[in-house]
């Protein structure tokens, strides 16, 4: 069932953001800019050095652009000015895709282990030696799950390619265009690695799409019922895209009343901004990240307990575990998380709020877990940075 949510594409200050939002909440957020390269941008890189201390390499991709690349790639690296041993060496040339921007004072990142995601499926290289596989999001139920797996057409791809079926596949009716862009991105990726041999060092073989259409592919259907943009460009580039997902697409034209204002974008980004966050029941949330890692603080602030306080604070702290992981998505962040609720007696109710924190945690499109209490009765949360915080990428522009 598709939620009442909207899919928001706007310019506001010289910023394209690309925002999902449901009632009064954004879900998540994407301040994008055009940049010479891109996050799932494949190039032909040479190697300037490798430092053994950190594991890593360093990779131009041209005009001295350098990005780090993990040494533990060099098993899947195809290397193209000699025969491949499973090691790199300086002067190597060798296929690389962007997998994260820069961000502060880091280089942004790279991988030998190409991959291209699509709607439905992601379709990549095999690594080592390893035959290929099929594997289908965890997050589907036990029948779809079986069901692409035992599709002929997709076994025979995942015969030469690694092949992921994402969780949008279970909303199809039909298998169709699951195996469409399964092939599709087969026939592409086969085609990049033909042609990588006689194309010349620093070539982009392979250019990703705007952010905004991986925005809108990314998205859970379920989350959103139509998407709109204020911006032609954006209109024209996302018609394709939006027919073929049966996705209503909207052209606002409102000279009046600015698509910004109408949904109080200013206003909404403030609040994802700010260190504290009240909560309905007027408790509220303390977010402050550091360079270690994120501190949250969980206060009864103006909130009234009745007889059982041990009820009161669980309660709310349940409603403090939904708002932290709403978030974590919309602030984008990421790494280390320690979580300060208020404390309980119970230990049973503390491992209760572990696992409601775990169940909301799935939801995320982002790899995040809830890992234990410390002795301290703190939260361990971690999350997977694949993307700078939106804090860093509003001030990044």
Not at 235 to 261: A, F, H, S, V
Not at 266 to 280: D, F, I, N, T
Not at 302 to 319: A, H, L, P, V
Not at 386 to 395: C, D, F, G, T
Request: charged residues 25%; proline residues 4%; hydrophobic residues 40%.
């Amino acid at each position: 069932m598709v939620s009442d949510g909207k899919l928001l594409i706007l310019k506001l200050h010289d910023r394209r953001l690309s925002l999902l939002i449901n009632g009064n909440q954004i879900l998540s957020v994407r301040a994008q800019q055009d940049t010479a390269i891109s996050v799932g941008d494949i190039y032909i890189g040479k190697v300037q050095n490798i430092s053994r201390n950190i594991n890593a390499a360093f990779v131009d991709l041209g005009n001295k652009y350098l990005t780090f690349l993990p040494i533990t790639d060099a098993a899947s690296a195809f290397v193209l000015n000699r025969r491949p041993d499973g090691s790199l060496k300086a002067g190597d040339e060798l296929l690389v895709q962007v997998t994260k921007e820069p961000m502060k004072t880091k280089l942004a990142g790279v991988t030998t282990r190409l991959s291209l995601p699509g709607q439905y499926a992601v379709v990549g290289i095999k690594t080592g030696g390893a035959k290929g596989s099929l594997q289908v999001s965890a997050k589907l139920d036990a029948a779809k799950q079986a069901y692409f797996r035992d599709l002929k057409e997709l076994n025979q791809i995942s015969e030469r390619f690694r092949l992921i079926v994402r969780t949008n596949a279970g909303a199809l009716d039909n298998e169709e265009p699951l195996l469409e862009e399964a092939g599709f991105l087969a026939d592409t990726l086969t085609h990049i690695l033909e042609v990588a041999p006689s194309r010349t060092c620093f070539s982009c073989l392979y250019r990703n799409k705007p952010d905004y259409v991986s925005f809108v592919e990314n998205a859970y259907r379920t989350e959103y019922e139509e998407v709109i943009t204020d911006l032609p460009e954006v209109y024209d580039t996302l018609k394709e895209t939006c027919r073929n997902m049966g996705i209503p697409l909207r052209l606002y034209e409102d000279p009046l009343l600015p698509l910004y204002k109408l949904y109080s974008i200013e206003q909404r980004l403030e609040e994802l901004s700010a260190k504290k966050v009240w909560l309905k029941s007027g408790g509220y949330l303390v977010i402050e990240p550091t360079e270690a890692l994120i501190s949250i603080d969980v206060n009864t602030g103006k909130y009234e307990s009745g007889k059982d306080k041990e009820e009161t604070f669980y309660r709310i702290n349940r409603e403090a575990a939904e708002m932290i992981a709403v978030h974590l998505r919309a602030r984008n962040l990421s790494g280390m998380i320690l979580v300060d609720f208020i404390n309980l007696k119970s230990r049973e109710r503390e491992v209760e709020l572990l696992e409601y924190m775990r169940g909301l945690l799935k939801r995320d499109p982002i790899p995040a877990r809830a890992l234990d209490m410390t002795a301290l009765g703190l939260m361990e949360l971690t999350r997977k940075k694949v993307a700078p915080s939106l804090a860093e990428q509003l001030r990044s522009q």
